[in-house]
């Protein structure tokens, strides 16, 4: 595969790992975070320093995303130091921020209007499937534009699907996200129950988690949980970001989730008590 020049915008907990890969398979990579700080041990393994999202897309063959609220999304595309003004006809755009399914759409279009082939990317798979180069990617918007990205995207994910027209990838990762707040209640009220049963947890996990009852979060989060790291591999003021768009999207299209609304809530009253900059295992907390 011929080796392209990436402009990566955001370097946090999965943003960071995947430059890693894209550095490591040989492709020139220009990086910017808020906290130039954060960049440098990737600049140290060889990735480029750029002052602004347009300065790090300057001359660049596709561009990157993946930063924290839609807010975010907007600035770094439509704001005075965007993407948009150094994008050149022919770059594509791909936004992997979990973000709205309607912004999406809005930079695909904006991105059209200019010759700028744009994708949402939205991820799963935390830190670990960051490092691991196992991330589940949800993509929406042209197939031709998903055939061309899906060689450097295998680079950094195992589960890349296609899902359909600009902002399916939102909405996939919307369905996502409403398993995981759903999910992560059960799995704490397991350990909570098996805590309070006087069960070695490490060896009620053994007998569960490859049963029907096993999980991403079950295997991968429980045994954190257990060991009281709450260090985050995704943010609880993130996954409440996230959830907040998902019942906002289910209010337009006349659902009721109880389960995601439920959910919201504790990880609210989480967020209250100071334990936002935490991983989503923290709602065990919630139980103690």
């Known amino acids: 595969m011929t080796k392209k020049r990436i402009a990566f915008i955001g370097t946090g907990v999965m943003g960071a790992s995947i430059i890693?890969?894209?550095?490591?398979?040989?492709?020139?990579?220009?990086v910017f975070t808020r906290t130039k700080e954060k960049a440098e041990p990737l600049v140290a393994l060889g990735a480029s320093w750029a002052s602004s999202p347009a300065a790090a897309f300057k001359n660049r063959d596709i561009a990157f995303t993946m930063v924290g609220y839609p807010s975010?999304?907007?600035?770094?595309?439509?704001?005075?130091?965007?993407?948009?003004?150094?994008?050149?006809?022919?770059?594509i755009v791909v936004d992997m921020t979990t973000s709205e399914p309607s912004l999406a759409k809005r930079i695909y279009e904006h991105a059209l209007s200019?010759?700028?082939?744009?994708?949402?990317?939205?991820?799963?798979?935390?830190?670990i499937g960051a490092q691991n180069g196992t991330l589940s990617i949800m993509i929406?918007?042209?197939?031709a534009t998903y055939d061309k990205i899906l060689p450097i995207m295998k680079h950094f994910g195992g589960n890349?699907?296609?899902?359909?027209?600009?902002?399916?990838?939102?909405?996939a990762k919307m369905c996502n996200q409403i398993v995981i707040a759903s999910g992560m209640i059960g799995v704490c009220e397991s350990l909570a129950y098996g805590l309070k049963a006087g069960l070695d947890l490490p060896t009620v996990l053994q007998s569960i988690a490859s049963?029907?009852?096993?999980?991403?979060?079950?295997?991968?989060?429980?045994?954190?949980?257990?060991?009281?790291?709450?260090?985050?591999?995704?943010?609880?003021?993130?996954?409440?970001?996230?959830?907040?768009?998902?019942?906002?999207?289910?209010?337009?299209?006349?659902?009721?989730?109880?389960?995601?609304s439920l959910a919201y809530d504790m990880y609210e009253k989480l967020i209250e008590e100071g334990y936002g900059d935490n991983g989503t295992q923290v709602l065990l907390k919630y139980y103690k």
Do not use: C
């Open 20 to 30: 890693k890969h894209l550095i490591k398979n040989g492709h020139e990579v220009s």
């Open 72 to 91: 975010d999304v907007e600035e770094v595309y439509f704001g005075q130091n965007g993407l948009f003004q150094t994008a050149e006809q022919g770059n």
């Open 114 to 127: 200019m010759g700028v082939e744009a994708l949402d990317a939205p991820v799963s798979g935390g830190d």
């Open 140 to 143: 929406g918007g042209d197939q």
């Open 160 to 171: 890349i699907v296609y899902q359909g027209e600009a902002g399916a990838g939102q909405h």
């Open 211 to 260: 049963g029907a009852a096993g999980s991403w979060s079950l295997s991968n989060l429980a045994p954190r949980m257990i060991q009281g790291d709450f260090a985050p591999g995704f943010y609880v003021k993130h996954f409440v970001k996230d959830m907040k768009i998902a019942l906002d999207e289910s209010k337009k299209m006349g659902i009721s989730l109880p389960g995601l």
